[in-house]
């Protein structure tokens, strides 16, 4: 179960982005939901003794299928496994050069612009497109240098990528009735009680969610096993504070539209 929030980043350029974005969510939501489920029942079924876990290969996974259906069985699914990896990195690649563009183009970024632009033969952000791939192959290098530099990054995408939904949602109720909000329900708007136990449950959940995924995964802890997600996000987002309390306040005025 991953990305698949990847729905709700191309909201712009469908078309009835009103039905089509919601529903595409949800059908997401609900879909990976309930064949994650089933996929965890038969490997926890699957698993055998958990001491021989997670095997020579160091994956769980792998090592229930090796167990299973044998090397060449495992080899043979496997392919599939890194197709959908693959697949999931492109979704991944799309949705975050689709943020730096938007960025870039409502001003929010130093860069002048530069990687708000769209090709006009491609009709595609080819700056924001290379630049994106250019910053995802570095943490792949720097697992080279320190697995453990290389593993913060890793661990801090989910708290970060689920902390970006809260902002919106608790705005909304903060900022409800601000005198430059103009909200206007879409078709498929939650009034009244039932819309504020679903932001409510929402925001409460991804935040202790945030703050699991920060703790340690291994005891005792030590500097190799340490989780430095906290304290990656923790500097940029002081850093990214900072900036814009000093400088990007002056031009940066909120999101625009195409």
């Given at each position: 179960?991953?990305?698949?929030?990847?729905?709700?980043?191309?909201?712009?350029?469908?078309?009835?982005?009103?039905?089509?974005?919601?529903?595409?969510?949800?059908?997401?939501?609900?879909?990976?939901?309930?064949?994650?489920?089933?996929?965890?029942?038969v490997m926890v079924l699957c698993s055998g003794p958990l001491a021989d876990l997670p095997g020579p290969s160091g994956m769980s996974f792998f090592q229930i299928m090796f167990l299973r259906i044998g090397k060449t069985g495992t080899l043979i699914l496997w392919v599939f496994v890194c197709f959908t990896a693959f697949a999931v990195v492109q979704t991944a690649l799309q949705a975050t050069a689709r943020t730096l563009y938007a960025i870039s183009r409502d001003h929010g970024l130093p860069d002048r612009g530069v990687f708000g632009t769209v090709n006009t033969k491609t009709k595609t952000p080819l700056y924001a497109v290379w630049m994106i791939t250019f910053i995802c192959v570095l943490p792949g290098l720097l697992d080279l240098a320190s697995p453990i530099a290389a593993n913060a990054i890793f661990a801090l995408t989910t708290v970060a990528l689920?902390?970006?939904?809260?902002v919106p949602i608790a705005c909304r109720r903060i900022f409800r009735n601000h005198p430059d909000v103009h909200f206007q329900p879409g078709p498929f708007y939650m009034p009244g009680a039932l819309g504020w136990a679903a932001n409510i449950i929402c925001v409460t959940w991804t935040l202790f969610i945030a703050i699991i995924?920060?703790?340690?995964?291994?005891?005792?802890?030590?500097?190799?096993?340490?989780?430095?997600?906290?304290?990656?996000?923790?500097?940029?987002?002081?850093?990214?504070?900072?900036?814009?309390i000093l400088d990007a306040h002056k031009y940066y005025k909120g999101p625009q539209g195409n």
């Amino acid at each position: 179960m991953t990305d698949y929030d990847a729905t709700a980043h191309i909201s712009e350029e469908v078309q009835r982005a009103a039905y089509a974005a919601p529903s595409a969510i949800f059908v997401a939501v609900v879909g990976t939901g309930l064949i994650g489920w089933l996929l965890n029942i038969v490997m926890v079924l699957c698993s055998g003794p958990l001491a021989d876990l997670p095997g020579p290969s160091g994956m769980s996974f792998f090592q229930i299928m090796f167990l299973r259906i044998g090397k060449t069985g495992t080899l043979i699914l496997w392919v599939f496994v890194c197709f959908t990896a693959f697949a999931v990195v492109q979704t991944a690649l799309q949705a975050t050069a689709r943020t730096l563009y938007a960025i870039s183009r409502d001003h929010g970024l130093p860069d002048r612009g530069v990687f708000g632009t769209v090709n006009t033969k491609t009709k595609t952000p080819l700056y924001a497109v290379w630049m994106i791939t250019f910053i995802c192959v570095l943490p792949g290098l720097l697992d080279l240098a320190s697995p453990i530099a290389a593993n913060a990054i890793f661990a801090l995408t989910t708290v970060a990528l689920d902390l970006s939904y809260v902002v919106p949602i608790a705005c909304r109720r903060i900022f409800r009735n601000h005198p430059d909000v103009h909200f206007q329900p879409g078709p498929f708007y939650m009034p009244g009680a039932l819309g504020w136990a679903a932001n409510i449950i929402c925001v409460t959940w991804t935040l202790f969610i945030a703050i699991i995924l920060c703790f340690p995964t291994y005891l005792p802890t030590t500097a190799q096993t340490m989780n430095y997600a906290s304290v990656i996000f923790g500097g940029v987002l002081t850093l990214a504070l900072t900036w814009y309390i000093l400088d990007a306040h002056k031009y940066y005025k909120g999101p625009q539209g195409n």
